[in-house]
């Protein structure tokens, strides 16, 4: 079946301004991870939805960085007022309850 | 708190040589341990995982892993390395199923003919 997808594959944009990256799990998958990969901080974990549960936001670095999971199924990061060292690869993963995960091709974030 | 380190962020093997990639953790719960292979511009492969069942686990590839709590160690192993194996290797801990992972720096491996 399909794999997990991620929207959209690179994106440039201007400091200051607003990015929205998008991730579609792999269906049926309950939990949604998003992680941030980047040369000089290698790969960090940034939030994680499991059902109906409150998100786990622990990984968040500011609150510049939201995310949201509509209807149990796609997720929305959003990254307000874009500064250079946002930029990196932003992958997601999906998995079923307690199982193992299954990641996304990421979008490559650059910030100019 | 978890951590996980990967001694090594550069390894170059032969191919048809043994392949040894180290990994140790920390964590003050039975931990969940992974390993994960990334090839250029893609995203994460699960290689193998442990669960607290068997110590010695084996993975896709022709890849295991042998789990050591005296140690604190999950090292990755391939008797046999071939030159698609050249790829980053990524361990990683998490405190229960399912939960957040917390990733190494990552190993780059490179296989020379």
């Known amino acids: 079946g ?8 690179n994106k440039v944009t201007e400091k200051g301004k607003d990015v929205e990256l998008r991730c579609d799990p792999i269906s049926g998958h309950t939990a949604l991870y998003w992680y941030r990969q980047s040369l000089g901080q290698g790969l960090e974990f940034l939030i994680y939805f499991q059902g109906n549960s409150a ?31 946002d930029s990196a ?17 990421g979008t490559r974030l650059t910030v100019t | 708190a978890q951590s996980v380190t990967q001694l090594g962020s550069h390894v170059s093997v032969s191919e048809g040589a043994l392949v ?12 969940y341990l992974f390993w994960y292979v990334q090839y250029p511009n893609q995203g994460l492969q699960l290689l193998l995982k442990y669960t607290s069942a068997a110590t010695l686990v084996k993975g896709i590839n022709g890849f295991e892993a042998e789990f050591k709590k005296s140690e604190t160690s999950f090292h990755l192993t ?5 030159m698609s194996d050249a790829a ?9 199923q399912g939960g957040k992972l917390i990733f190494g720096q990552g190993t780059e491996l490179s296989v020379k003919p």
């Not at chain 1, 399909?2 to 594959?9: E, H």
């Not at chain 1, 936001?57 to 307000?80: H, M, N, W, Y």
């Open chain 2, 88 to 96: 980053e290797y990524f361990c990683a801990v998490s405190d229960q």
């Open chain 2, 78 to 82: 391939k008797p046999s390395a071939h």
């Open chain 1, 2 to 9: 399909a794999g997990v997808s991620q929207s959209p594959s």
């Open chain 2, 20 to 31: 040894l990639l180290r990994c140790n953790y920390s964590s003050s719960v039975p931990p």
């Open chain 1, 89 to 105: 690869v932003y992958l997601c993963a999906s998995s079923l309850a307690y199982s193992e995960q299954y990641f996304g091709p």
């Open chain 1, 55 to 85: 998100p786990d936001k622990s990984g968040l670095p500011s609150d510049r960085f939201s995310a949201e999971r509509t209807g149990g199924s796609v997720s929305t990061l959003t990254i307000q007022r874009t500064q250079q060292e």
